[in-house]
């Protein structure tokens, strides 16, 4: 008996640059120098200035893929594993998802509501959107229904409790409950969350106004949806470990 291998993997992609994780398919008969070059387009790193490292389905470092032309299949490559890319160009961590950094071209209210071929002046001749009374009732109904949900679910999450944070394109985060209610920098109900490692945005201040006290990059800002409470002990995400 024989065993056949599928021609492709689909394999999870991470990178030193970026905090998400993409699920790709590549053929196994890929050399790593090839692979590099479609990798380019995942997490920004030059091919030139990529260290590949294989992860198993546990999250296990197998090992490091350092020969450009060995082929991808000639490595324990399975569905569900991860490769890692370290970037050594020396980009910023994050650089890539900073978008506040990326020009805008920017039309002054007044021009924009004197133009005929915009989105608004189609809105406006055919009464849709905010334009249209109907809708726009209906639009406020949703926004009241689902203010009243997110109410709810920050009424049932108690500050002090442990929790995991899961985010769709994110890895999950463990961390402590530290504040829920009502936030000054976006409508709605949020939940602040003091991570066990640097994961987050924040020291527990937006906008000059502190809702609770952490070190700088532990806190974070969640909807309560994506809160998940329990028994859950501190995680080490290998980041001590690094100098």
Partial sequence: MSVVSSPTVNILISSTLNSFTAQKRYNRGLTLA???????????????????ELYDTDNRLLLRLDSDEALLGSYPVDDGCRIHVV???GTRTGEFEDLSRVEKYELSDDVYDK??????????????GKFSEEEMGSREADQEQKLAEERDLSAAIAVGTRCEVHIAG??????????TGLADFKPGYW??????????????????????????KYGAFVKPQFVTLGNFPEENYGLDDEM
Avoid at 34 to 52: F, I, N, Q, Y
Avoid at 120 to 128: E, G, S, T, V
Avoid at 170 to 179: A, D
């Fill in 34 to 52: 090839e692979l590099k070059c479609k990798l380019e387009l995942v997490v920004g790193t030059p091919a030139s200035c990529m260290d590949l």
């Fill in 87 to 89: 970037d050594k160009s």
């Fill in 115 to 128: 133009r005929a071929d915009s989105v608004r002046a189609f809105l406006k001749r055919n009464k849709k």
């Fill in 170 to 179: 994110q890895p999950t985060k463990r961390g402590t409950v530290m504040y």
């Fill in 191 to 216: 939940v602040g969350i003091r991570y066990d490692e640097p994961l987050g945005k924040n020291d527990g201040s937006v906008n000059g106004k502190r809702y609770f006290q952490c070190l700088p």
